[in-house]
């Protein structure tokens, strides 16, 4: 059985309650919940994390190497701002889906730069917690394909 990180950054851990007019009513449990579940039906062990510090990210995609087959990320603000992802996900040579709850194109100029999906296989956003089931199957597919990273 294929083995997917789903790891999620900064702010995160506030889903439910942080502007729900823009992330909705959806707790990170019921994300993670939503991701394990729809995994198991799809042929996928999916293991969740998060952290609101760069370096722990860091960490998670560095160990993710050897024990997942893949990752779906979704960095926060850390998407706009973080080479040092950018390059964490490059050394790692893991497939990466980008996943964001809200659509970051149609808001503030600043959230339209994303330094993820340089290294990314592909990015999923705008759907709310849809986006996850959605890059669970793209990343499911791609794996299934012999796609690497």
């Known amino acids: 059985m294929r083995s997917i990180l789903v790891l999620n950054g900064p702010n995160l851990n506030l889903l439910g309650t942080r502007q729900p007019e823009v992330y909705?009513?959806?707790?990170?449990?019921?994300?993670?919940?939503?991701?394990?579940?729809?995994?198991?039906?799809?042929?996928?062990?999916?293991?969740?994390?998060?952290?609101?510090?760069?370096?722990?990210?860091?960490?998670?995609?560095?160990?993710?190497?050897?024990?997942?087959?893949?990752?779906?990320l979704n960095a926060g603000a850390y998407t706009h701002t973080s080479i040092a992802l950018m390059d964490a996900i490059s050394s790692a040579e893991l497939p990466v889906v980008e996943v964001h709850l809200s659509n970051i194109h149609a808001r503030e100029a600043f959230r339209h730069k994303s330094y993820i999906s340089a290294v990314a296989i592909g990015q999923i956003c705008g759907f709310g917690a849809q986006s996850y089931v959605l890059a669970l199957e793209a990343l499911a597919a791609h794996l299934q394909e012999g796609g690497g990273a």
Request: with cysteine; aromatic share 0%.
């Open 24 to 72: 909705g009513h959806t707790t990170l449990k019921m994300i993670e919940d939503l991701c394990v579940s729809h995994g198991a039906s799809i042929g996928l062990r999916v293991e969740c994390a998060q952290s609101n510090h760069e370096g722990v990210l860091i960490d998670a995609i560095h160990g993710a190497r050897g024990t997942h087959d893949g990752i779906v």
